[in-house]
């Protein structure tokens, strides 16, 4: 969780390294938390996504991740999905399929 923080701490948030708590509660609840839910809604779909192209795991998790994301957006009616590690605005099953197939 430390690299998920600090690449979010620096490139994303744009904040010195150095001012990155050091309690992960802290920085859940403090700072995650409080700025997905105090966010404009294209900023959300920002924020996912920069975790989706960023977060240092392994491809399989990755996936997982996206397609978590992917089923919570669809669930909730939103227009947009991911397209590889990339959100789109989307119209049809269909057309996220035939592109991420493009993408493999």
Do not use: H
């Not at 992960?24 to 409080?34: A, F, H």
């Amino acid at each position: 969780m430390l690299a998920l923080c600090q690449a979010l701490w620096l490139p994303y948030f744009k904040k010195p390294l150095d001012t990155l708590p050091t309690n992960w509660e802290q920085i859940l609840n403090k700072v995650l938390r409080e700025y997905f839910f105090s966010s404009e809604w294209y900023e959300v779909y920002d924020f996912i996504e920069f975790v989706a192209q960023n977060f240092p795991y392994n491809r399989f998790n990755k996936k997982s991740f996206i397609n978590t994301c992917n089923a919570v957006l669809e669930r909730e009616l939103s227009g947009f999905r991911f397209v590889g590690d990339t959100i789109s605005p989307i119209t049809n099953k269909a057309e996220i399929d035939m592109v991420d197939e493009a993408l493999a």
